[in-house]
């Protein structure tokens, strides 16, 4: 296949595998893909070691680091990390963390031990500047901004080491306003993905974006995205390839959590809901008794990001150690009701191209009829 972002990237496919797990990113990258590690959950020491990692096991191929540097979040004029962390801590209501231990007492979770969940991540602009600078130290190829336009001075950053830059877009205003920054690729994301996400459907989505920034930026086709037909129908919309996220989560690499897997193969599309009650921000999710108890009229709703995390963080592995399992609950977008067989990451590549060749085929036969 030969698109610009094959010859920008000098990648075989057109696939950008969005993960965490390192093992996903190096394999989908040796698949002829590109793979993309998300930053999020690694603190600036842990990220240099699964890089350092990624370096030694890519095999040469180019590969991505993708961060969250929203524009806007709850405490964005603390000076540093952790005046960051003390304001936001002092802010969460009583009512909020009441209400989450009852909950997680009537599903048996544990109580709180000794170890604590991460609070902070890299949600915001102080937190996920660390995370540039060490990825800039490796041979990255493509840094990705998943919550807004970058800091025009990342942009200006990552291009003076040759790296270029994603941003991710729920609408046209927002595809906008990456160019404006100097983002080189558009992620055109519709609101079947898993994660943060908006509320324009794909199919609309997509060539609303394309028509939006010219045809001189790159826009690549995200959300929903776990087929090879579903490929094609992005790249006729005018999209240079496909961003996908979800799928990965259930190939032999993956490090998804061993509670969550077996919802993830037995879902089906209808099974996720967007919801504010992990970030504080609306992201797909799998909806299970978690969701349902954040909707419900006794929760005393959401907090703005980060603040939202902060509150649960502790929470989520008590949950996935312990409980009924009710509450488990993971990322994941309407992909979901196709991801019921666990394969290797190179599998899913060769399966995508595979279906993708069968679908231009078949265009091209109903063309020539």
């Known amino acids: ?31 002829g893909g590109m793979g993309v590690l998300g930053a999020l959950h690694f603190t600036p020491e842990e990220l240099e070691l699964e890089l350092k990692w990624i370096d030694e096991h890519v095999g040469g191929k180019p590969y991505g680091v993708d961060v969250v540097m929203p524009a806007k979040y709850e405490g964005a004029d603390a000076g540093d990390a952790e005046e960051l962390l003390g304001k936001l801590q002092g802010m969460i209501p009583a009512q909020h963390r009441e209400f989450l231990e009852n909950l ?55 291009h003076e080491h040759g790296v270029k830059v994603a941003g991710l877009a729920s609408n046209a205003r927002h595809a906008r306003k990456q160019v404006e920054v100097g983002v080189d690729i558009i992620v055109a994301q519709g609101t079947e993905a898993g994660g943060h996400t908006g509320d324009v459907a794909t199919m609309v989505l997509i060539p609303e974006v394309v028509d939006a920034v010219g045809e001189d930026t790159i826009v690549l086709a995200a959300g929903g995205i776990g087929r090879g037909r579903q490929m094609a129908a992005g790249m006729a919309l005018g999209a240079d390839g496909v961003w996908t996220g979800s799928i990965w989560l259930t190939v032999d690499e993956a490090d998804t959590p061993e509670r969550a897997l077996p919802k993830l193969l037995n879902a089906t599309s209808r099974d996720t809901v967007r919801s ?53 609950t993971f990322p994941v977008g309407q992909i979901v009701g196709s991801m019921n067989q666990v394969k290797p990451a190179a599998q899913v590549v060769y399966d995508l191209i595979e279906e993708y060749v069968e679908a231009i085929e078949r265009l091209n036969a109903i063309t020539e009829g």
């Open 1 to 31: 296949m030969r698109t610009r972002v094959t010859e920008l990237f000098g990648i075989e496919y057109p696939i950008f595998a969005f993960s965490h797990c390192r093992d996903v990113v190096a394999a989908v990258s040796r698949a």
């Open 104 to 158: 997680l007492a009537e599903h048996g979770v544990e109580p709180r031990g000794e170890q604590a969940g991460k609070a902070l991540l890299g949600w915001t602009d102080v937190t996920a500047r660390p995370q540039v600078e060490v990825a800039l130290k490796h041979p990255i190829a493509l840094l990705a901004n998943a919550l807004g336009p970058p800091p025009a001075d990342v942009v200006e950053q990552a």
């Open 276 to 328: 504010r009650a992990w970030t504080g921000k609306p992201a797909r999710f799998l909806k299970t008794a978690w969701t349902e108890a954040w909707e419900s009229e006794n929760s005393p709703g959401y907090l703005p990001m980060p603040m939202q995390f902060m509150l649960i963080a502790d929470a989520l592995p008590r949950i996935q150690r312990s409980g009924d399992g009710e509450l488990v």
